[in-house]
C-alpha cells in the first residue's frame, strides 16, 4: 500500500473554514451582555442586568436543594429520556405524557422541529419580522427558506401578510406569543384563524416562552384546545418564570406522532441529570412561581407608567419586559445605562435600533433602574 499522502494546502480554502457554506453565512446569535463584562468594562460592582428576561426572584429554594442532592450523582449518565421529567410535566399540565418533548431549552426544540420537518432546498419557513433570531439562524443553518412578515408598525401581527409567504413547500410557521421583542400577546382567535387558514402541510409553531406572564391565559392561549389542531405545536420554557435558564430547559406541547419521531433524534442526553432534578423540582414549587408571576405583574405596571411618564413610548406587554422608545437615541440611552451598571437591551439584533426591551426587575432593581433614568433625564436637560 503506498504511503498516505496529505492533501496539499490550498490557499483559498484553508482547512479551518472548509465548512458547509450555510454555516458560514449564519449570523451568529447575540446574547445579552452579561454583569461579568459590565463590571470588568466600567470598573462597577452592583451591576444588575435586565437584559435576557430572566426571572428577577432567581430560583426555588426547592430547586436549589434538588441541585445539592444531585450534585454527587453527577458522574453518571441520566437514565436516557428523562421519562421522570415528561410524566412530571405531563402530570402538571395534565396532559398525555406521550405528547410532552424535553429539549435543551426550548431552543433545541426549535432546532429539531426545523430539522425533522423541512428538506434543505426544497421547503420553507415563515415568521414575522423582527422575531426570535433562532428561528432564522438555525432555518439558514439547516439550508431551508426563511420567509418574513414585517409585523405592523404597532407591533401587532399582520396574519394576512404571514399566510401570503406560505406555499406548498411550507413546512412551519413561527408565531411567538406574547412576541418578543414586543410583548403583544393576540387573542386566541387570531391564532385559531391562522391555524385553519395555513396550507395543510404546515406546521404552526406557536412559542409560549413567555405565556406564564400573561394575566388572562384562556383568551390567548391554544393550550387549553390543542387537541383540537393537530397542526399545532406550542413551546414552553423553564428559562423565564421557573427561574432555570441556566439550566437549559424547555419542553412542547406536540401530536403524539411528533413527539414521538422528536423525542427519537433528539441526542440521547440532551437534558442533563441536575437539569431533570431542577426541573421536577420547579414544577412544585407553585407557590415560587406565584410570587414571581405577582412581582412580575407589579413590576410591569410600575415601570411602565413610570417610563411613560418620562416620555417614553412604552408598548403593552403581557411578557416579563417592556419595549420602550426612550425620547433620545435608543443607542445612547442603553450606552449611558451600561455606565451606570443597568444592562438592558438595545435593539439593534433585531434590527430595531431605535428600541430598547427591559426585562422586568425586582423591586429594589426597578427603583434603581427609575432613579438612575430620571436622574440621566435631569442631567441631559441640565
Ligand atoms: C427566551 C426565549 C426562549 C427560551 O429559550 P430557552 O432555550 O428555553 O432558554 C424561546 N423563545 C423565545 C422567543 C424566547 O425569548
Redesign the pocket.
Known amino acids: 500500500m503506498p504511503p498516505l499522502k496529505p492533501n496539499p494546502p490550498s490557499p483559498d480554502l484553508p482547512l479551518l473554514t472548509d465548512v458547509r457554506a450555510e454555516a458560514l453565512d449564519c449570523p451568529p446569535y447575540v446574547a445579552g451582555l452579561s454583569i461579568e463584562e459590565i463590571q470588568e468594562k466600567y470598573n462597577l460592582s452592583g451591576v444588575i442586568k435586565l437584559a435576557s428576561?430572566e426571572n428577577p426572584l432567581g430560583c426555588s429554594i426547592l430547586v436549589k436543594r434538588a441541585l445539592c442532592r444531585k450534585a454527587a450523582s453527577a458522574f453518571r449518565y441520566p437514565q436516557s429520556g428523562s421519562p421522570k421529567l415528561h410524566k412530571a410535566i405531563a402530570d402538571h399540565f395534565r396532559v398525555d405524557p406521550a405528547q410532552v418533548v424535553c429539549g435543551n431549552?426550548?431552543?433545541e426544540l426549535i432546532d429539531l422541529l426545523i430539522r425533522i420537518r423541512a428538506v434543505p432546498g426544497t421547503h420553507n419557513i415563515v415568521a414575522f419580522k423582527p422575531c426570535?433570531a433562532l428561528y432564522e439562524i438555525q432555518a439558514r443553518f439547516a439550508g431551508v427558506e426563511f420567509r418574513q412578515a414585517p409585523l405592523k408598525a404597532d407591533f401587532t401581527f399582520d396574519m394576512p401578510a404571514l399566510l401570503a409567504l406560505t406555499d406548498e413547500n411550507t413546512r412551519l410557521a413561527f408565531i411567538?406569543t406574547p412576541d418578543?421583542p414586543s410583548g403583544h400577546c393576540p387573542p386566541v382567535e387570531e391564532i385559531i384563524a391562522l391555524a385553519q387558514a395555513l396550507p395543510p402541510a404546515c406546521l404552526l409553531v406557536i412559542?409560549e416562552?413567555?405565556m406564564d406572564f400573561c394575566d388572562d391565559v384562556a383568551r390567548h392561549s391554544l393550550f387549553p384546545r390543542l387537541a383540537e389542531f393537530p397542526n399545532a405545536v406550542i413551546?414552553r420554557?423553564f428559562?423565564?418564570a421557573y427561574g432555570l435558564?441556566g439550566m437549559?430547559?424547555?419542553y412542547a406541547f406536540a401530536p403524539v406522532p411528533l413527539a414521538d419521531a422528536l423525542r427519537r433524534v433528539r441526542l440521547p442526553f440532551s437534558i442533563n441529570l441536575l437539569a431533570e432534578a431542577a426541573g421536577i423540582a420547579a414544577l412544585q414549587d407553585t407557590a415560587f412561581y406565584e410570587t414571581t408571576l405577582r412581582a412580575v405583574a407589579e413590576g410591569r405596571d410600575l415601570l411602565s407608567h413610570a417610563f411613560k411618564k418620562m416620555n417614553f413610548t412604552v408598548y403593552p406587554s403581557k411578557a416579563n419586559f417592556l419595549l420602550m422608545r426612550p425620547p433620545y437615541t435608543a443607542r445612547r440611552f442603553a450606552e449611558d445605562l451600561l455606565a451606570r451598571g443597568i444592562i438592558v437591551r438595545w435593539l439593534t439584533s433585531y434590527a430595531m435600533p431605535d428600541f430598547i426591551r427591559i426585562s422586568i426587575g425586582n423591586a429594589e432593581e426597578n427603583d434603581r433602574l427609575c432613579r438612575t433614568v430620571a436622574e440621566m433625564l435631569h442631567a441631559a436637560r441640565a
Open positions: 428576561n431549552g426550548s431552543d426570535f411567538t418578543n412559542d416562552a413567555y413551546l420554557t428559562s423565564k435558564a437549559r430547559l424547555g
